[in-house]
């Protein structure tokens, strides 16, 4: 089972491959902020440190809503993740 690691919490959770980054916060009240849950929002804003090849490419619409919202290079959208290898992350303020 893969392991996702918040490295500004400290805390790790193991997940069924598959799974939705969203689903895993929610079942595990996980530390990272949704908002909108659906990609528009930005709220979700997240840089994978390790593990990037770990999810799908962004789409064009998730990467829209990463350049309204941050210039972190790379960012991606919590909202829009499934979890298909191990990953360590941190949230952008
Ligand atoms: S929660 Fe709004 S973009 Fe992810």
Redesign the pocket.
């Known amino acids: 089972m893969p392991t996702v690691t918040f490295v500004d919490h400290d805390k790790s959770y193991e997940v069924e491959t598959g799974k939705s980054f969203l689903e895993l916060c929610q079942e595990n009240d996980a530390p990272h902020a949704?908002?909108?849950?659906?990609?528009?929002?930005?709220?979700?804003r997240l840089v994978i440190l390790e593990g990037a090849d770990s999810v799908d490419a962004p789409t064009e619409d998730e990467l829209e809503?990463v350049e309204m919202c941050t210039d972190v290079e790379g960012a991606r959208?919590?909202?829009?993740l499934v979890v298909k290898g191990d990953l360590v992350l941190r949230a952008v303020d």
């Open positions: 949704f908002g909108c849950t659906v990609g528009s929002c930005g709220t979700c809503t959208l919590g909202c829009q």
